[in-house]
């Protein structure tokens, strides 16, 4: 058995993490889209916007990544000197594997005059050649900064592309890149459940096709969505994105109702993100205790990433624990 998987047994996972947390000086930050167990540890919950944030900012020695790769990989470019450990390795994106970065390039190259604003589930390499990053929650802010004549390519993400787009009739390029776990929701069977519902409003996230953002009473990113379900006057939402952010609607309003929006069976664990699955306490416990795995980014290429990740901080001021794209 290899020093990674060996866990003593007998011992309790949570006060050893405790214990790990406190020797290391380590920061937990955790994604909406982990188990509840991992949230319920963290230090800090958030969504990308606010986590990047908090790892710019952290003084603490290792930050334990509870998310996925482009999330850590973030963490490193912006605090170099810390240790980042994630607890999974292979937790990455759908939209990242989208965007090679030797075709984004060739993509770039092909538009002299278009500037590259990119969505933040890239890799190191994408965001080095793009000018602006954005995540959901900053992407509104950033854009209505940008004047309307200036040519843009927009990518990984055509959904949150798009979105944008239509909602602020600009015509950037798009990737064609798409999550995985959002374009699984089913219309038929969300229809379904609203007919059982009437009275509920549905909360998307902009990385849901337009089929599904047509029926949202609100689109926004994940903590967007979260300060909506805290909000919202009736008793019960239907949420259409990963459903692990429900644990924290349910702490939040224990006596409402939140639904999960259906996958193309009505009954499928499809809309689970199956990466951010692979994180799990066994795993957190073994980065804490080994200090690995451990990200690791050539400097010339971590600083070149960080200047699109400075300008999205810079531009996104303002927009931090809002979270918001607003209503459709
Ligand atoms: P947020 O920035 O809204 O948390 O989104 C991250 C993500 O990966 C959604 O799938
Ligand atoms: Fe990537 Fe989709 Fe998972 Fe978010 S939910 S990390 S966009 S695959």
């Known amino acids: 058995m290899t020093k990674q998987t060996a866990i003593p047994t007998g011992i309790d996972l949570r006060e050893e993490i405790d214990r790990l947390r406190k020797e290391r000086n380590a920061v937990i930050l955790a994604h909406y889209y982990q188990k509840p167990e991992l949230q319920d540890l963290a230090d800090f919950v958030g969504d990308s916007?606010?986590?990047?944030?908090k790892a710019a900012e952290t003084d603490a020695d290792v930050i334990a990544f509870c998310g996925v790769k482009f999330m850590?990989?973030?963490?490193?470019?912006?605090?170099?000197?810390?240790?980042?450990?994630?607890?999974d390795m292979d937790a990455g994106c759908s939209l990242e594997d989208s965007c090679p970065p030797d075709k984004f390039r060739a993509f770039r190259e092909r538009h002299p005059d278009h500037i590259a604003l990119t969505y933040i589930n890239c890799s190191t390499e994408v965001k080095a050649l793009s000018d602006v990053i954005v995540t959901s929650s900053s992407a509104e802010t950033i854009l209505s900064q940008i004047p309307a004549d200036q040519k843009i390519i927009f990518g990984p993400d055509r959904h949150l592309g798009g979105y944008l787009n239509r909602k602020f009739n600009r015509e950037m390029l798009l990737?064609?890149?798409?999550?995985?776990?959002?374009?699984?929701?089913?219309?038929?069977?969300?229809?379904?459940?609203?007919?059982?519902?009437?009275e509920a409003p549905i909360a998307a996230h902009p990385e849901c096709p337009p089929h599904i953002i047509d029926h949202a009473d609100y689109v926004g990113s994940t903590s967007g969505i979260l300060n909506f379900a805290k909000t919202f006057p009736g008793d019960t939402l239907i949420v259409a994105t990963e459903p692990h952010i429900i644990h924290q609607m349910e702490k939040a309003l224990p006596e409402k109702n939140f639904i999960g929006a259906p996958g193309a069976d009505g009954n499928?664990?499809?809309?689970?993100c199956p990466y951010m699955a692979l994180n799990n306490l066994e795993k957190l416990y073994l980065c804490l205790r080994d200090l690995e795995p451990r990200i690791e980014i050539e400097e010339?290429?971590?600083?070149?990433?960080?200047?699109?990740?400075?300008?999205?901080?810079?531009?996104?001021?303002?927009?931090?624990?809002?979270?918001d794209l607003g209503r459709v």
Do not use: Q, Y
Not at 74 to 87: G, N, Q, R, Y
């Open 72 to 87: 850590a990989d973030t963490a490193k470019i912006l605090s170099p000197e810390k240790i980042v450990v994630l607890p």
């Open 49 to 53: 916007l606010e986590l990047s944030k």
């Open 175 to 198: 990737w064609p890149g798409v999550c995985i776990v959002h374009e699984a929701f089913s219309e038929r069977e969300l229809l379904k459940l609203k007919a059982e519902h009437p």
């Open 268 to 272: 499928c664990n499809c809309n689970i």
């Open 300 to 323: 010339n290429l971590r600083v070149a990433a960080k200047k699109s990740l400075d300008k999205m901080l810079e531009l996104a001021a303002g927009t931090i624990g809002k979270g």
